[in-house]
């Protein structure tokens, strides 16, 4: 029987963001949060309402327990699925993501950001975080992909996800209390979740193996996907 790995997209992306991890072989849930891809907006969501979300999906799919990949916002969300119901999770794959919260220039960012996208549409958004999320080495089909995923968000999604992420806790005490297998994988180039970030986890998680992938940004599982992959699986392997 494969392990069951629900994956945990970022912002403004969608389960399409992790089309290159189908090709590891396990069982993948890859849900659109409230808003995003196919999945209608929510208005009001906390983190800790899109990780009821991610369980409820769950649920529905009658699964007990899964390695938890969260990309990003997609780890924020994670953290509180492992708050709310640590039971349910076996194993742990941190992307490019960071368990403190925002600062206070980063929360009056979103802010200024909600603003603009409720003024002009998603497409400032995509402006400003595109060249933040592959390398400038990337081809130009998979930016234009990237750019694609992050024009199907909503705006209401949009602006819901801005403001659950300036408001969402410090997961700093969490982490030593999870003592599960974890992973912490950052593209080395990534300057919105840098590799500081992964160290920091690793060495607050008992139980984690950082892997760093070289000539990726941000989007490290999409820009480089076999390495990735491989990472994942040599980690589901052993673990
Ligand atoms: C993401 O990729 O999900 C976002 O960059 C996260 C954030 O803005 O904090």
Do not use: C
Request: proline fraction near 7%.
């Amino acid at each position: 029987m494969h392990n069951t790995i629900l994956w945990l997209h970022g912002f403004p992306l969608s389960s399409a963001s992790f089309a290159p991890q189908r090709a590891i072989p396990a069982i993948h849930v890859m849900p659109d949060l409230p808003g995003f891809g196919s999945t209608p907006a929510r208005a009001g969501m906390t983190i800790e309402d899109y990780a009821r979300f991610a369980l409820a999906e769950l649920d529905h799919r009658g699964i007990d327990q899964v390695t938890l990949a969260g990309f990003s916002m997609g780890g924020y969300v994670a953290f509180a699925v492992a708050r709310l119901a640590p039971e349910r999770v076996r194993g742990l794959l941190l992307i490019d993501t960071r368990e403190t919260p925002d600062s206070e220039d980063a929360r009056r960012g979103r802010l200024e950001m909600i603003a603009k996208v409720g003024a002009e549409g998603v497409q400032v958004v995509a402006d400003a975080m595109l060249p933040k999320m592959l390398t400038s080495g990337a081809p130009p089909d998979m930016t234009n992909r990237v750019r694609e995923i992050m024009l199907s968000a909503s705006p209401e999604g949009t602006i819901t996800a801005l403001g659950a992420m300036a408001n969402r806790a410090d997961s700093s005490s969490l982490l030593p209390t999870l003592t599960i297998p974890a992973l912490v994988v950052v593209g080395e180039e990534d300057a919105i979740t840098p590799p500081a970030d992964a160290e920091r986890m690793a060495r607050l998680l008992p139980s984690a193996r950082l892997v760093r992938i070289a000539n990726a940004s941000h989007m490290a599982n999409y820009e480089q996907s076999e390495m990735f992959n491989r990472a994942v699986e040599e980690w589901m392997n052993r673990s």
